[in-house]
């Protein structure tokens, strides 16, 4: 038998769906992914990462085109492809009602696992993701991160040959996704596995052997993480902002360079920004302010340099090819655009928490927190899955009553005047509810009408808002692409123009390009007198905040500018909230572990 080399090779693949036009979600890709090897596979939302990976699952026909997968032509035998492999998709089915041990039960029985084997199996799998003590916990009980790993576990109750990961570490904290990329490390150095990983991380793809760029569903590179950062030589640079501008505000200068400027984004106390390879070896113009002129200094490229600038260049090559995907460039689209609304600024606090407790029984799930919100503010709810953030969240919303202690917004106690309050408010939730068989406008209609808006307010302030957020009216919401779904959701939500907008994990699965549209779009609302509140997992989206909170075990663990809580992490972590996020935590929960055991 011929030894395997490669355990997927696609040779001019192509998938096109029915539509008005056709559709190629993957579009001529030729690609091979090495046995025993992770590879990853990123693109911006729309690019058919996972059109590529269903089929590559046999749970797809290629239209044209070959695939074969361990050897197995996929389009021929679909069905001896999936009995040696293992796929978890996006949103893995784990059954809610059933304990940790059930699901394993269940999925250990779906694949034909043997029973004298599953004993092993499941404490093995148990103990690599740390859920022994959860074996009689319900699914729907686990935090985030645990649903992943236990989605991750059920996944490998057989052991494959190749393991397919969509996004596997979606709407989880870092904590988890560290977690989780060590046990998937581990599988491929000790089993010599082979994985293929879509993410929307390029911490994550950057430790992968291979990672193939995909857009509009063609593969526009391919190679190790050196080879990709070869195009972003020379390109990338590092400014602090000028004295008086706010980090979000310089990002916002230096897109506004048309042509110039493929990227930038806030990263600890500079503007990293990435200058086109046309544009490389001009003269750096930056901002000027009373204090002089911004400083240009090169720095060390990483993927997400080589992400966007790959991206850019293909975007420039083709500008109309994809459709309204292609809008979702950071120099294009809402994010440079009029603001929609502009509030009256105060001085005092839009939002007051004076000793904000929740109960669910005998758990406190948030513990005696205070803290408050001013006017015009981009304020950050950060923690690990479990923390207590979205209990408090809900609650500054007025979804949740507090069990005990004061809380006020926009001048308003929720505990009295809890629905006058929320006309002041608009609330985008992770998992917008969007009605996907009406169009943009219908959608539109109804969440006005909601509002209580009608008649010519209405009709101009859907008007206002397809212009501002670049929405097609006619466009059916299900048709949309991840990032111009949180397009129709921001605009939804700020119909009635609200004072103070609630965004819970506004970017959760959407991809780096469509995030730095999003957020220049909100740092522009705040700049106009809007309140934000957000809930991320993305650490790097704390920077665009003007101060964050960080939760844990439903106590609060740190308050400040991003700058004041990466120097609570301690000296090395200056740059980078990510690790300064873990230590924080970490180094809370070690606290509360010795105070523990000091009362025992």
């Not at 699952?57 to 032509?73: E, F, I, K, M, Q």
């Not at 902002?241 to 360079?257: C, S, T």
């Amino acid at each position: 038998m011929e030894k395997i080399t490669h355990v997927i090779e696609a040779q001019r693949l192509v998938k096109r769906f029915d539509g008005k036009p056709p559709v190629a979600a993957v579009d001529d890709i030729s690609l091979g992914v090495a046995k025993g090897t992770l590879t990853a596979l990123v693109g911006p939302d729309g690019a058919g990462k996972t059109t590529f990976m269903r089929m590559a699952a046999g749970l797809l026909t290629p239209s044209s085109g070959r695939l074969t997968v361990l050897g197995v032509d996929a389009a021929a035998h679909p069905q001896k492809i999936q009995d040696q492999i293992s796929y978890m998709p996006q949103r893995f089915g784990l059954y809610e009602d059933l304990s940790v041990m059930e699901n394993l039960q269940l999925y250990a029985d779906l694949t034909g696992v043997p029973s004298q084997t599953r004993p092993d199996t499941f404490g093995h799998l148990l103990k690599m993701t740390d859920l022994e003590k959860f074996t009689t916990r319900p699914a729907g009980k686990l935090s985030g991160g645990m649903k992943q790993k236990l989605g991750l576990a059920c996944t490998l109750v057989r052991t494959p040959t190749l393991l397919l990961l969509d996004e596997p570490s979606v709407g989880v904290d870092p904590l988890s996704r560290r977690d989780l990329w060590q046990i998937i490390e581990t599988l491929v150095a000790k089993r010599n596995l082979s994985v293929l990983v879509s993410t929307a991380y390029m911490d994550e793809a950057e430790r992968c052997a291979q990672v193939v760029v995909m857009d509009h569903g063609k593969m526009l590179a391919m190679g190790s993480v050196d080879t990709l950062l070869e195009c972003a030589a020379g390109c990338t640079f590092a400014a602090a902002p000028p004295q008086g501008r706010r980090a979000r505000q310089f990002q916002a200068d230096l897109l506004a360079q048309p042509g110039a400027i493929a990227d930038a984004v806030p990263k600890g106390d500079v503007v990293r920004f990435i200058r086109t390879r046309d544009h490389r070896d001009e003269k750096i113009f930056l901002p000027v302010s009373l204090t002089g002129q911004a400083e240009a200094v090169p720095r060390e490229a990483d993927l997400e340099d080589a992400f966007m600038l790959i991206l850019h260049q293909a975007r420039k090559a083709a500008p109309k090819a994809g459709g309204p995907v292609a809008d979702q460039a950071p120099d294009s689209g809402p994010a440079l655009g009029r603001p929609i609304i502009k509030q009256k600024t105060s001085d005092g606090p839009v939002i007051k928490v004076e000793n904000l407790v929740r109960t669910f029984g005998d758990f406190t799930a948030v513990a005696s927190t205070s803290f408050d919100v001013r006017h015009g503010e981009i304020f950050g709810l950060l923690g690990p899955n479990g923390a207590g953030k979205t209990t408090t969240f809900r609650m500054l919303c007025g979804l949740l009553p507090a069990s005990g202690g004061h809380l006020e917004v926009a001048g308003l106690n929720l505990r009295t005047a809890r629905a006058k309050a929320r006309a002041c408010i608009g609330y985008v939730s992770q998992k917008f509810a969007l009605y996907g068989n009406l169009t943009v406008r219908e959608n539109l209609e109804f969440f006005g009408g909601a509002y209580g808006l009608a008649g010519s307010r209405l009709r101009k302030r859907i008007a206002d808002s397809l212009d501002q957020f670049s929405l097609e009216a006619s466009a059916k919401s299900c048709d949309l692409p991840g990032g111009y779904k949180q397009r129709l959701a921001m605009a939804a939500a700020l119909l009635h123009e609200p004072e103070i907008l609630f965004l819970d994990e506004p970017t959760s699965g959407i991809d780096p390009l469509a995030r730095r549209t999003f957020w220049v779009t909100i740092g522009k609302l705040a700049d106009s007198g809007v309140t934000v509140i957000v809930t991320t997992h993305f650490m790097e989206e704390a920077e665009y905040c003007d101060r964050i909170v960080i939760q844990d075990a439903g106590k609060m663990i740190a308050l400040g500018t991003p700058k004041q809580v990466r120097q609570q992490a301690g000296e090395g972590f200056a740059s980078d909230m990510n690790q300064a996020f873990i230590a924080i935590v970490e180094s809370g929960r070690a606290m509360a572990a010795a105070a523990g055991k000091g009362l025992s």
